[in-house]
């Protein structure tokens, strides 16, 4: 928040922008993902501004609003993270003083870790390494999960996902066969699969579910 008045009379007013573009500066930069231990890292992200009259372009306005988001690993509760954020911005009373962080810790969704051993991971491995001639690579990389649903209602289950590759599935006639890697991934604009890779897991989900039994 700030004051609002004219852009020509510096004295007036207090601009909100300024303060907010410095706080999301400040909190970006944090090392957000030191504690994180071989899990994806937690990120900082700006999803949304607003802010100001476009057309009144002499006026400063008295409100800015910046709309954030954090990706967390275990390592983190949700708890933590606003006040986090409002420690680092305490050490900077002029951002402190003009900026409010507001967290909406009711749309948390937790994260977890599923330990690299167990049933269903050898399985994993045994089924792939039969298909594909390789073990297969198991981490923890990703975004969102619907396994988190899974292991809120049971903690001890053993959740893995497994599928196509999270970057690339866009093919169109005439593109460079490296382009399939950098578009249409999940999540992005023409998210995709090729018909390829979903007949390949069709195949491999076929082998995990008949080693399952049989173990």
């Known amino acids: 928040h700030g004051v609002q008045g004219h852009a020509a009379y510096a004295g007036s007013f207090h601009n909100p922008n300024t303060a907010l573009i410095k706080a999301a500066d400040l909190l970006g930069q944090y090392d957000w ?15 949304a501004m607003n802010s100001g009259d476009f057309g009144a372009s ?28 409002k420690a680092l911005l ?33 399985v994993l491995r045994e089924a792939l390494n039969r298909v594909h001639q390789g073990p297969p690579q198991i981490d923890m990389d990703g975004g969102t999960t619907d396994g988190r649903f899974v292991q809120r209602y049971y903690p001890d289950a053993e959740v893995y996902e497994y599928g196509p590759p999270e970057h690339g599935g866009l093919m169109t006639d005439g593109a460079a066969p490296e382009r399939y890697t950098q578009e249409g ?19 491999d989900y076929a082998k995990i579910v008949s080693l399952y039994h049989k173990r």
Request: with cysteine; proline share 6%.
């Open 185 to 203: 991934g999940m999540h992005q604009v023409n998210e995709r699969i090729s018909l390829k890779d979903l007949e390949g897991l069709v195949r």
């Open 33 to 47: 993902e030191g504690r994180d231990k071989g899990q994806t890292k937690t990120q900082f992200q700006i999803i």
């Open 58 to 85: 002499a006026v400063v306005p008295a409100r800015a609003e910046m709309l954030w988001n954090i990706r967390f690993t275990s390592e983190w509760s949700p708890e933590e993270l606003p006040n986090t954020m």
């Open 90 to 122: 305490a050490y900077r009373p002029a951002l402190y003083d003009h900026v409010c962080v507001e967290a909406n810790l009711h749309s948390v969704s937790l994260p977890y870790v599923t330990p690299y051993h167990g049933h269903l991971h050898d």
